[in-house]
């Protein structure tokens, strides 16, 4: 399924609201660390900053980003902050590491009015689960089947809808593409 990121783009222009659900870039397998101090790999730091850059590609560069309590995670969004700057308000939540699809609708909940592209940072299953839950009736079969196989390492969802994210429930955006970061090459 071939990704045309400026038909991406265009759609997303079309929507007051846009959420980005991200889930963290390649990191290292289990060790004596332990699951939430995993540390991203070169190919994971790599694939993070390529994800940066397609989002700022996009126009999407997110105003406020809360991102999972783990290593990788936080690997994951300084590597994107290197290109979008200092714009994004940015917010560890420990809630996101263990808390599963509701620490999501809560992050939701919570988000400011004014901010257009909001955007979580997270670990599987629970990102692509809360995609799943999040997606309308409306979205496109296709994309709605890739969530059903789980997001690989440093995949985007873009979803949008007209309504302040406060105003999100289960089926209230619209799934525009589901993006590998490969999508971005």
């Known amino acids: 399924m071939g990704i045309k990121l400026s038909k991406v783009a265009k759609a997303a222009k ?3 609201h846009i959420l980005i659900i991200m889930r963290h870039a390649k990191a290292e397998p289990f060790g004596d660390k332990g699951d939430s101090e995993r540390e ?3 190919k994971g730091l790599k694939q993070a900053k390529a994800v940066g850059k397609g989002i700022e590609s996009l126009g999407l560069v997110p105003g406020t980003i809360p991102f999972s309590a783990g290593t990788r995670t936080r690997q994951t969004l300084d590597r994107m902050l290197k290109t979008f700057g200092d714009k994004p ?3 560890y939540r420990i809630s996101l590491y263990d808390g599963g699809v ?3 609708f809560d992050e939701l909940a919570h988000v400011k009015a004014k901010n257009r592209v909001f955007m979580i940072v997270g ?3 629970t990102v692509s689960i809360s995609a799943q839950w999040l997606a309308s009736a409306d979205s496109d079969g296709e994309r709605f089947g890739v969530l059903n196989l789980g997001l690989s ?3 985007i969802v873009i979803m949008g809808s007209n309504k302040r994210f406060g105003e999100w ?3 209230s955006g619209e799934l525009l593409a589901v993006i590998n970061v490969k999508d971005f090459d």
């Open 14 to 16: 079309k929507y007051d």
């Open 40 to 42: 991203l790999t070169d």
């Open 89 to 91: 308000i940015v917010d």
């Open 102 to 104: 509701q620490a999501v």
């Open 123 to 125: 670990h599987e299953p």
């Open 153 to 155: 390492a440093a995949s």
């Open 169 to 171: 429930q289960v089926h």
